[in-house]
């Protein structure tokens, strides 16, 4: 039989306190929310369950985990204080062998093609007697600065000595004898004086390249460069574009390496 409360008699105390406890689980319900990062929306039906799935950089950091809600109640960090559990899923599975292979054809097909194109520049041939020369070009034995200067020949596709100059005084004189508006390939045999006295006769091979000559001339120079400076077996290949360079200060500076 229940107890009837006495007039005037202190109001009991669980009575009194029934709208703070409301205020309690109100504010603890919010900072839940907060805390889970959940939209303020109503909570599930008792028996249900959401999966929370925080964020993830790996596959082994991620575990999604289900909360189930037995009276409505979003739960602590461990047991829900009313009865929800909580339960851990399994990671995602493996991708099989089929996805793996569907990712690596979608990214071949992602990854851009280059095409490469090859230009085939003309390739001029060495007029036998030239060839001759040059090697006795290389075995002389004379002490004098001496030039060898070649050409193209465009009708024929050849390459053929256009002037031998011998017994030239100064890098002038060498200069003169090249034209400055064509291309040439040089051959020549300088005299150095060493600081410590020594002379020496070091031989070079000069490709003159003018930028104002004719593209057409110019690529069929180019074609054939390799061509000639494999010919001439010399260490020392230069190449100048304009003729004012080649004076006694490259002359000096570049043979005496």
Known sequence: MSETPVVGSPVPEYELAGEDDEEEEEDEEARMRKKRRLLPISLPPADKGILMS????????????????????????GTSPSGGE???????????????????????????????????????????ELKELMRKFRFRRATTNCAIIMKVNQQAGEIVLEDEVDDIEDVEALRSSIPDTQPRYVLISWRIQHSDGRVSFPMAFIFTTPRDCQPQLQMMYAGSYNHVVKECELTKVFQIRDLDELDEEWIQTNLMK
């Open 54 to 77: 925080p964020s993830y950089r790996s596959r082994e950091d991620y575990r999604p985990k289900v909360v189930k809600f037995a009276d409505g109640v979003l739960p602590g960090e």
């Open 86 to 128: 909580e339960i851990h899923s399994p990671p995602p599975p493996t991708p099989t062998t089929a996805v793996r292979k569907k990712e690596k054809r979608f990214r071949k097909k992602r990854k851009v093609k280059v095409k490469v194109i090859k230009l085939s520049l003309p390739l001029c041939t060495i007029d036998p």
